[in-house]
Each structure stands twice: as structure tokens, then as C-alpha cells.
């Protein structure tokens, strides 16, 4: 017999009945099993339609907030440190790395250069230089691919793997990082890059100065400058077509921002310097 409380949910009107069965020297046991077949009809739908957000009930999204929680891809770095990396993408070039490299070695900057395996092969007196100087190489792809989705894996095996040749001649070790140009990703390329051993880094949605567009050197500057947060990851090119305003513009962010109390460092040197790695380290430390 069940009995109907108005004021009640489904549940706890069921809770309610199984209370005065009790009392009533019911058996339980039917409901029981009505209860066991119910959750597991329940758990053959979650697998069939399949994995959700526990706290939305929504499918799961595969975004930044996804890829970044896991440490699969990175755009910027969460560190109660003054440090910001710039990052320069498409080289080498024979002549505008070489005078970035004497700017950044006039304020002691540590930089990561995102470089195109193909350029690597055809100027590595420059990327060597680039690791001379205490650079960070990193790996761009061999053609300067743009990985529309649906991306073939294939494709970005081999031109990770072509690139990574590269740096292993000019550097000896491999690379622990990856730009996908202009950005572009998707699950496959995350997945495979991970395999690699490559980590894929963006930038700070905040700091892409668009300086391959050559928007003025003052706009490069200001964007950089005014925009500059400890963790950020700054997107500029060693390589433009036509004249870069690049050069120029770094004669401006450099001293401003070493004035405001920042120090230039890797991407990778950035990751070792993150709230999460400095609470790591101090565990291992205390033990």
C-alpha cells in the first residue's frame, strides 16, 4: 500500500512509504530490487548518449578551460612572479633575429623563438645563435602549416617531426614546445602533440600585437606595455613580409617593463616559475 503526500517529491514520498512499510512489517525487498534495475537503466543511458558535466548535466567541452586544467596546452602561466615571456614567431630570419638578439641581450632578456623547421635548415648559424644567447627554440612546423579542422594527424606528425629534426641539429636535445600557426587546434593535434612530448602554447588573448600586420611601432608597444601582467605570454614575429616594425618597437617594451620591476624569461623557465610548480617544489622540498 503507498501512501500520497501532497507536499512531498518523488523521492521523498518513496522514502516515506519505505518508512511505513517498516513500521508496517513489510518486505522491502521487491522495492529494493525495482531500485537496482532503475540505476542501472540509468547508468546504460549515461553510456549510450554519453560522458556529461556532472555539476551542468551538459556534454563535455573540450575548450581552454578544459586543455589548460589539464596542463595539455598552455596560454599563459598563473605565477605571483614578475615574469613574462615573449615569444617570437616564423624564424629564423638572417638579419631581424640577429638584431632582436642584440636588443634582447642589451636588458638581459630570455626569450622563446617559435621557428619554422624549414628556416632552421636553411639559416642554423642564426638558430644556433638564437641558443648561444640562452634562447629558448621551439617548434613552429617545417611548412608553416595552417591545421584546418578536420585536422590529419598524419600531416601534423610529420611536419612536428620534420621540425624537430631540425632543432636536435642545430641544439642537440629535442623541443618541449609547439605553436600551431595562427593558433588553430583541435582535439587530434592536441593528442598528438602531447604524445610527442610537445606541449602546444598560445599566447594571452590580451597580448597579440599583431605585429606581422605592421600596425605602428607605438601600437606594438603600447598593447604590450599597457596590457602586461605577471604570467603573460607575448605573441611577436622575427620574420614579416616587408619591413618589420618589431625591432623597434621591443627598444620601447624592453625598458619600460625592466623599469616597472618585470624580468623577461622562457616559456619554459615560466612554467617552472607557476604557483602550482612552487607549491610542488616546496612539498618535495619539505619531505
Not at 639559416?123 to 644556433?128: G, I, M, Q, W
Request: proline share 5%.
Amino acid at each position: 500500500m503507498n501512501i500520497s503526500y501532497p507536499s512531498m517529491s518523488i523521492l521523498e514520498q518513496s522514502d516515506a512509504n519505505n518508512l511505513y512499510r517498516v513500521q508496517s512489517g513489510m518486505d522491502l525487498k521487491p522495492m529494493k530490487s525495482i531500485w537496482r534495475t532503475t540505476a542501472a537503466a540509468l547508468a546504460a543511458v549515461t553510456l549510450v548518449f554519453g560522458m556529461t558535466n556532472p555539476a551542468q548535466g551538459k556534454p563535455l567541452v573540450k575548450n581552454r578551460d578544459y586543455y589548460e586544467q589539464r596542463g595539455d596546452m598552455i596560454w599563459e602561466v598563473h605565477t605571483s612572479q614578475k615574469v613574462i615571456a615573449l615569444t617570437f614567431d616564423d624564424g629564423p630570419d638572417p638579419s631581424e633575429t640577429d638584431l632582436i638578439l642584440e636588443v634582447l641581450r642589451q636588458y638581459n632578456a630570455k626569450c622563446t623563438f617559435f621557428a619554422i623547421g624549414k628556416r632552421i635548415a636553411a639559416y642554423p648559424d642564426v638558430a644556433r645563435r638564437v641558443i648561444t644567447d640562452g634562447h629558448e627554440l621551439a617548434n613552429h612546423t617545417y611548412n608553416h602549416i595552417y591545421f584546418k579542422k578536420p585536422v590529419s594527424g598524419q600531416q601534423i606528425q610529420e611536419e612536428l617531426a620534420l621540425t624537430e629534426k631540425e632543432i636536435v641539429k642545430v641544439s642537440g636535445r629535442h623541443s618541449s614546445l609547439f605553436r600551431p600557426p595562427g593558433g588553430m587546434y583541435d582535439e587530434t593535434l592536441v593528442d598528438i602533440s602531447n604524445s610527442m612530448g610537445l606541449t602546444p602554447v598560445l599566447w594571452s588573448w590580451h597580448q597579440d600585437t599583431r605585429d606581422w600586420n605592421r600596425p605602428g611601432v607605438y601600437s606594438i608597444a603600447s598593447r604590450v606595455i599597457r596590457n602586461a601582467h605577471s604570467g603573460d605570454i607575448v605573441l611577436l614575429h622575427d620574420h614579416v613580409h616587408g619591413q618589420s616594425q618589431t625591432l623597434e618597437a621591443l627598444k620601447i617594451i624592453l625598458p619600460e617593463l625592466q623599469k616597472q620591476g618585470f624580468r623577461f624569461v622562457t616559456v619554459s623557465e615560466m612554467i617552472g616559475l607557476s604557483d602550482f610548480q612552487q607549491v610542488k617544489q616546496r612539498r618535495q622540498l619539505a619531505f
